[in-house]
């Protein structure tokens, strides 16, 4: 089970440069490709607004 981004992203850019396998896209609201993440956590302990949860 992948982590996703919610609507409270920011789109701040935080987690982007965290993301081991580039799974992270950029938007109004990020998106993390499903079939990328290895669920390692980086993404959503760096999120500085909670956004990252695992899915």
Same mark, same amino acid.
Request: proline fraction near 5%; aromatic fraction near 4%; glycine fraction near 10%.
């Given at each position: ?6 609507? %409270?992203?920011?789109?701040?850019? +935080? ?17 993390? %490709?499903?079939?990328?993440? +290895? ?13 990252? +949860?695992?899915?």
């Amino acid at each position: 089970m992948a982590y996703v981004i919610g609507d %409270n992203c920011v789109a701040c850019g +935080t987690c982007i440069s965290e993301c081991p396998v580039e799974a992270i896209s950029e938007g109004d609201i990020y998106s993390i %490709n499903p079939d990328v993440c +290895t669920e390692c956590g980086t993404c959503a302990s760096v999120c500085p607004s909670e956004a990252i +949860t695992l899915g």
